[in-house]
């Protein structure tokens, strides 16, 4: 399928959009990438007529717009891609049991883990940093038991290739990266989690990841800039 008839609306720094674009790469799906302008301070989007326009109702990246019909919300964008585009490698597991875990799995890193990953970063004390470390690593202890029981000794949580779970959990790893170095800390820890620690290695290196995944340096001072700009917008 031509480029002109897949679009997608993103910006560089999000894991969300990251998700849409491991998707389409691991189902060779040409698309144009049309990034929304970032804000003069490098935080803040400038919402296009378009992504406006395409999302109504959440008003945010990423979309997928396939032919002239949008699709909003990035893990229901990877899901249509898997159904839609069926050459390749299935993203989501074939089996009903082992999907189902899948999305369990999915939906407790975004309800869960995610927020006390962005809660280090937003912490006002030492106490309350402290606090959304030790969810963090204990998210990461229940997700290497995870990982083990959906690889089945396998390279990554979908088996012997990146799948749906891959997806889901890895797009974070850049700001889990830019979290551990502005803190430094080392929050998924070799020894701890063996299993995650090797994994996120190969998935880093996979084809359908390394050029999304953004420079650990650059992701930092654009993190710099949010953080200190959601702060700032925070009730005292």
């Known amino acids: ?11 560089w720094p999000s894991p969300f959009v990251m998700r849409v674009r491991m998707a389409l790469k691991i ?3 040409d698309y144009e990438f049309l ?3 970032m804000g003069s301070n490098n935080d803040i989007l400038h919402k296009s007529e378009l992504l406006l326009k395409s999302n ?13 019909k949008p699709i909003c919300e990035s893990l229901v964008i990877v899901q249509y891609i898997d159904e839609v585009w069926t050459s390749g490698s299935s993203i989501l597991p074939s089996d009903p049991f082992d999907r189902a875990i899948a999305r369990f799995w999915a939906a ?12 280090i970063g937003m912490a006002e004390s030492e ?3 402290k606090a959304a470390m030790e969810q963090v690593e204990e998210g990461l202890g229940l997700l290497e038991d995870a990982f083990v029981k959906c690889s089945k000794g396998k390279n990554f949580f979908s088996g012997d290739q990146v799948g749906y779970l891959d997806i889901t959990l890895g797009c974070y790893l850049g700001w889990l990266k830019v979290t551990e170095k502005m803190n430094n800390v080392k929050l998924l ?3 701890k989690t063996p299993g995650l620690d090797k994994w996120a290695e190969r998935f880093c290196s996979d084809v359908a990841v390394k050029d999304v995944m953004p420079e650990t340096e650059k992701l930092i001072e654009f993190a710099k800039v949010l953080f200190a700009k959601l702060r700032a917008a925070s009730p005292n």
């Open 27 to 29: 189902k060779a799906v």
């Open 35 to 37: 990034e929304e302008k």
């Open 56 to 68: 109504p109702v959440y008003k945010k990246i990423p979309v997928l717009i396939h032919g002239d």
């Open 189 to 191: 820890d070799g020894a």
């Open 127 to 129: 106490e309350a940093k």
């Open 1 to 11: 399928m031509a480029a002109n008839d897949v679009k997608l609306l993103g910006a």
């Open 108 to 119: 407790y890193i975004e309800d869960k883990w995610v927020p006390s990953l962005r809660s």
